[in-house]
């Protein structure tokens, strides 16, 4: 293996060899020099559903579409592989109405995904999936399957709590979330949660509690105000209390992450706007934290963006709707860090000739959606207190999505090393820094697959995922094409692979 200038080696991934270095490389166990690397599996038409999800040290599960000889039915196949990709189990199951995988949670010994059936509002059917995944359940139990009544419309995440499980969605226009039994389905609770999108923020399951945050909108001396507040719910539904935002002359909470750093102690972080930079600044203006200790709010810290080491970034046209997709928390032992992703829709301007009255067209511009143009990342980090530890600013300007998730992920190691990267298409970015210092700069690797005579199409949908420690899963759909664009040399996949970071 070829060693790289800044240290790090080519390694070949699932079939694809790096062009450039990467600081992931695929794990190669010595205890088991047979077991494979990657996995891959042919999409094709009455094939092309594939749903991973990473089970700790346990493994990984993968629910995969298979041909179903009934029309109006899906077959799955639901495999459990162990840490080195090596299939454990294999079971068959079906589901009618057209399923899906739309949703997934996991505790501490149980998996749950949701299916759906991809309809609107009346005709939306739901099917929740349990099963554990403690060694003897992946060798022997078969999962449980329930329907999930319809009671809400459009639901966008799960939860559970105890032998709750928590749905949030949307009930006649307004936001919710209902709380009822794994097993039998029955409702104990539905909570109005008002018409902005609430911050699901923290389930303790030891405690058996769950905090969510609220934004909520009111009048006050004749200017429209907000302000926010955090819910604290018991396993049924039922508020225990209700916390204030410590609240602030034109400072406004735009979003907030929670995790819990000692007992009866939580550290949230999240990002705010200041109505008097609206000029200046017309996103967020900085990212904020707040200490929630034994039952009660600390004072936040604010840090303006501006004041951090990301002022040196100036845009130019600040009429472009700049806004932000802000991450979960990323942590190891002593620091936590938030990643917020600034981008704006685009649009393209098209012109279309009309046919008028006269017998003359007239040539009109249409604007066309065509994405979410990302601009740059802001990384910021902080001690169990919430004090800033490091900031730093990562350029995406070729970034273009149709959906707003976000990209660019953190890992900070046991050396307190930040490696911040992105996966896109297939190119992978990526830096490593500590504190203010930069260790590694800003690498951009192109991937080209290892097969002779196919190139990697940027449009590859692939995603890196945290597995436990320093082990990720890297998972998606990747396009192959020969080098002279025939058609009929074209390839589709899903792909499984462990990577390691070192």
Not at 19 to 26: E, F, I
Not at 180 to 197: D, K, M, N, R
Not at 363 to 387: C, I, K, S, W
Not at 415 to 429: A, E, H, S, V
Request: charged share 20%; glycine share 4%.
């Amino acid at each position: 293996m070829e060693v790289c200038k800044n240290r790090w080696k080519i390694v070949v991934v699932w079939g694809m060899l790096l062009a450039v270095c990467l600081r992931l490389p695929v794990f190669l166990s010595a205890q088991s020099p047979q077991a494979p690397v990657k996995l891959e599996f042919p999409v094709t038409k009455t094939e092309k559903f594939h749903y991973s999800l990473p089970l700790g040290e346990r493994g990984v599960l993968l629910v995969k579409q298979i041909k179903s000889p009934i029309k109006d039915s899906t077959l799955w196949d639901l495999t459990f592989y162990d840490t080195n990709l090596v299939k454990i189990r294999t079971l068959n199951f079906s589901l009618a109405h057209q399923m899906v995988p739309k949703l997934s949670h996991i505790t501490a010994d149980r998996f749950y995904i949701l299916f759906g059936n991809n309809q609107k509002r009346s005709n939306q059917k739901w099917v929740l999936m349990q099963g554990g995944y403690d060694q003897e359940s992946i060798q022997d139990a078969y999962p449980i399957f329930r329907e999930v009544t319809p009671l809400l419309q459009d639901i966008y995440q799960i939860s559970v709590l105890g032998n709750q499980l928590i749905l949030f969605g949307t009930d006649q226009k307004e936001y919710a979330c209902r709380f009822e039994s794994i097993h039998t389905g029955e409702v104990s609770q539905t909570v109005e949660l008002g018409e902005e999108q609430p911050e699901f923020l923290y389930t303790d399951e030891t405690a058996a509690e769950l905090y969510l945050c609220s934004p909520l909108y009111f009048k006050k001396q004749k200017t429209n105000r907000w302000q926010y507040q955090m819910q604290l719910f018991d396993a049924y539904g039922n508020i225990k209390k209700t916390e204030p935002f410590p609240q602030f002359e034109e400072y406004r909470y735009q979003s907030a992450r929670m995790i819990k750093t000692a007992p009866q102690t939580y550290l949230i972080i999240g990002t705010y706007y200041q109505e008097v930079n609206q000029k200046e600044s017309p996103y967020h203006t900085g990212v904020y934290t707040l200490v929630y200790k034994d039952g009660s709010m600390g004072y936040p810290n604010f840090y303006n963006y501006r004041s951090l080491q990301v002022d040196s970034v100036k845009l130019k046209n600040v009429n472009l709707n700049l806004q932000l997709v802000v991450s979960d928390l990323f942590h190891n032992e002593e620091q936590y860090g938030l990643v917020t992703e600034l981008f704006y829709p685009e649009y393209q301007t098209h012109y279309q000739n009309t046919y008028m009255p006269g017998g003359y067209y007239m040539t009109t511009p249409v604007q066309m959606f065509v994405g979410f143009r990302f601009l740059n990342a802001y990384v910021t980090t902080f001690d169990a207190e919430g004090h800033l530890l490091w900031d730093h600013l990562l350029p995406m300007t070729s970034m273009l999505t149709q959906t707003l998730e976000s990209k660019v992920k953190l890992y900070i190691d046991e050396d307190n090393n930040g490696y911040i990267y992105y996966l896109y298409g297939n190119k992978f970015t990526s830096t490593l820094v500590y504190n203010q210092y930069i260790l590694e700069p800003l690498l951009t690797e192109t991937w080209t697959p290892f097969r002779k005579g196919f190139v990697l199409d940027a449009n590859s949908k692939m995603e890196i995922q945290p597995w436990y420690g320093n082990t990720f899963l890297l998972s998606g759909t990747q396009f192959l094409r020969d080098k002279m664009n025939r058609r009929r040399s074209e390839r589709t996949f899903f792909v499984l692979s462990r990577m390691v970071y070192e």
